[in-house]
């Protein structure tokens, strides 16, 4: 299942549009087919798009003061911050990608002492390497001082419904969590908890829609900018998905 949850945003995304007017352009021999196809790769790749989409996925959960935020039953820290890397030996190493501050909120967090618990998932996915991402943040959570009865982890968790059913699993129902995730991710991460009967306190980190002047360089295209408007595209698929779901 985790390959088709993968696999169909996909089937609907810049590139896959792009692809699909090249194929008909093909099949039809028109001209028009390939025009659509080239004005797609010129909006997909145009950062001033990537940006509106951005701030459209962001725009429910503006950013706040931790210290301000209330105390909760615990604190849950969802994956998808970590990359397996290989070093010059052949042994595994970690590191952060650019949703770090999931990490960093959480242990914030605790050291404000809005809770005494935190909860790291193991997010694992078939094509991992590596252990789990949970067992690698409380090695990290330990360094920063936080003690190993005030840390849990979750079973195994592929997707965010996942790890949802895995926190309501280790904590019950009706307690009051501290969900820290991706500004963009959280619009779907509240509804999977939120129906597992959780009272959930939205901290939501790791900003993708920065504040910086227009220049002239925002109207060329961009890799970059592809790659966040594909973001944009699985994240509305997601959205939709588990808005017909529940």
């Given amino acids: 299942m985790i390959y088709l949850h993968k696999l169909l945003p996909l089937l609907i995304s810049p590139l896959a549009i792009i692809f699909y007017f090249l194929l008909i352009s093909y099949f039809t021999r028109s001209r028009w087919p390939s025009v659509c196809a080239l004005i797609s790769l010129i909006v997909f790749s145009n950062p001033i798009v990537a940006q509106f989409g951005k701030k459209y996925l962001e725009k429910d959960y503006p950013a706040i003061e931790l210290k301000d935020t209330p105390k909760v039953d615990s604190i849950v820290v969802l994956s998808g911050m970590i990359r397996s890397i290989e070093k010059t030996n052949g042994e595994i190493d970690y590191e952060f990608s650019e949703a770090v501050d999931r990490f960093e909120a959480g242990i914030s967090l605790m050291q404000l002492g809005k809770s005494n618990?935190?909860?790291?998932?193991?997010?694992?996915?078939?094509?991992?390497?590596?252990?789990?991402?949970?067992?690698?943040?409380?090695?990290?959570?330990?360094?920063?001082?936080?003690?190993?009865?005030?840390?849990?982890?979750?079973?195994?968790?592929?997707?965010?419904?996942?790890?949802?059913?895995?926190?309501?699993?280790?904590?019950?129902?009706?307690?009051?969590?501290?969900?820290?995730?991706?500004?963009?991710?959280?619009?779907?991460?509240?509804?999977?908890?939120?129906?597992?009967?959780?009272?959930?306190?939205?901290?939501?980190?790791?900003?993708?829609?920065?504040?910086?002047?227009?220049t002239f360089l925002d109207f060329l295209p961009s890799g970059n900018a592809l790659a966040e408007n594909s973001l944009f595209f699985r994240e509305v698929i997601g959205r939709a998905y588990y808005k017909l779901i529940y």
């Fill in 117 to 214: 618990n935190i909860i790291f998932t193991r997010g694992w996915l078939p094509w991992s390497v590596g252990v789990p991402e949970g067992e690698y943040l409380k090695s990290l959570a330990l360094a920063r001082g936080i003690k190993a009865n005030n840390i849990k982890l979750t079973p195994a968790v592929k997707n965010t419904d996942e790890e949802a059913e895995a926190i309501l699993r280790l904590l019950g129902r009706n307690n009051t969590i501290a969900l820290v995730t991706s500004a963009f991710h959280m619009p779907r991460a509240i509804k999977v908890f939120e129906k597992r009967y959780l009272k959930v306190v939205p901290i939501a980190v790791d900003r993708r829609a920065g504040v910086s002047k227009l």
